[in-house]
Structure formats: structure tokens, C-alpha cells
């Protein structure tokens, strides 16, 4: 048995986890529709859950508007991510876990391999804004995964709730989060390090 399959398994979601996704779908927005929305005034992951005027419908299909942009292709890694991850690699086993659709598999492939390019990581897509048919939830339990990342409250407790262990990153989307004994609010990846150890 090599190595690598006795590792333990963590789930890491990708958009403002290691990319920042948010501040730049915003600065897109605000171009796009002439808009003011600010990072620390999203107060709900999905912008049309806060009053803001948004419909579902208009607020995914900018998203894929955004995710098939240059805009999106040019985000660059969150500070310390590649250092971090590499550390994480040391002793688990990596899944990025992400809501992203899958129609988007290459150029999420292509941003990993650009930042990561002599690792080798498994890409989950939930895709659940979008139609996708698994939660992460489901993603972590079919493939033994126990620990997840992740910055979006309701993905959270919906994996913490099936018994995984959750590290919530602090956002202001999560703020008013609810509560469970297998979710862990973190400042930052350095808390995160220091836990997994």
C-alpha cells in the first residue's frame, strides 16, 4: 500500500478558501451593472438572500458570466495558500471540494496547475447553485473524507450535522452562523495548522 493511501483525507473548499473569489466577483458586478457593492457589506454568501435587489437567476447567471471571463482566469492565490497547502499535503490527503459548476473542470484544473504545478489534487464538484446533484456533504461521506474547509455557513452545517469536522473561515457572510459542536470557527489557515496538528 503506498504512502499516499493511508493518509487522512481533508475536504478543502476553493473560492475564498485559496482564491479569492468574492472581492473579485464584486469588482466585476459593480463594472458590469454599475453597482456598489463592497466584500465586508456581503453579509449572505448568495447575494440574493440579503436585500439587495438581485434575483437568483440574475446573480448565477453573473456568476458564470464572471467564471467564463479573463477576469477570473487571472485570480491569484490568497496569501500563504501555496505554502500552507503544501504543509497540508505533508500529512493528508488533498480534496478541493467546490460548488463550482463542473462545465468550468478546465479552467479550475488550469488555475491549480498554474499555482501547483508538480502536484497532482482530486477535484470535487458539488455544483449545487448550478444544478449539481451531490452536496458537499455527500462529496465528503462517498469519499471517507472527515475534515473540510470551507467559508460558506449553511455548506457547513449541513457538514457538520452528517459528522464532519468542520473549519469555517471567518467572512462576513458567516457571521451569524449556527452553532454545532463539529464546526470550528477560524481566523485564519494559521489556526487551521495549529488544530490539525
Not at 58 to 81: G, H, K, P, T, Y
Request: aromatic share 12%.
Amino acid at each position: 500500500m503506498k504512502f499516499e493511501e493511508v493518509k487522512p483525507k481533508i475536504g478543502i473548499d476553493i473560492d475564498d478558501v485559496i482564491f479569492p473569489f468574492m472581492i473579485n466577483f464584486l469588482n466585476f458586478l459593480n463594472k458590469k451593472n454599475n453597482t456598489s457593492f463592497s466584500f465586508q457589506g456581503v453579509t449572505e454568501y448568495h447575494l440574493w438572500e440579503m436585500e439587495s435587489g438581485i434575483s437568483r437567476e440574475d446573480n448565477v447567471r453573473d456568476a458564470l458570466e464572471f467564471q467564463n471571463s479573463s477576469s477570473f482566469d487571472e485570480i491569484e492565490l490568497m496569501d500563504e495558500a501555496k505554502e500552507i497547502l503544501n504543509e497540508i499535503s505533508q500529512r493528508y490527503l488533498i480534496y478541493f471540494i467546490t460548488s463550482r459548476p463542473e462545465r468550468i473542470k478546465n479552467k479550475t484544473d488550469a488555475l491549480l496547475k498554474k499555482n501547483f504545478p508538480n502536484k497532482e489534487f482530486s477535484v470535487l464538484y458539488s455544483g449545487e447553485v448550478y444544478g449539481g446533484n451531490l452536496s458537499k456533504s455527500e462529496l465528503c461521506e462517498s469519499h471517507g473524507i472527515s475534515i473540510i474547509i470551507e467559508d460558506n455557513s449553511d455548506y457547513a452545517i449541513d457538514c457538520a450535522k452528517k459528522g464532519i469536522k468542520v473549519f469555517l473561515l471567518d467572512k462576513p457572510w458567516n457571521r451569524k452562523y449556527e452553532k454545532h459542536e463539529n464546526i470550528t470557527k477560524v481566523n485564519g489557515w494559521d489556526e487551521i495548522l495549529e488544530k490539525l496538528k
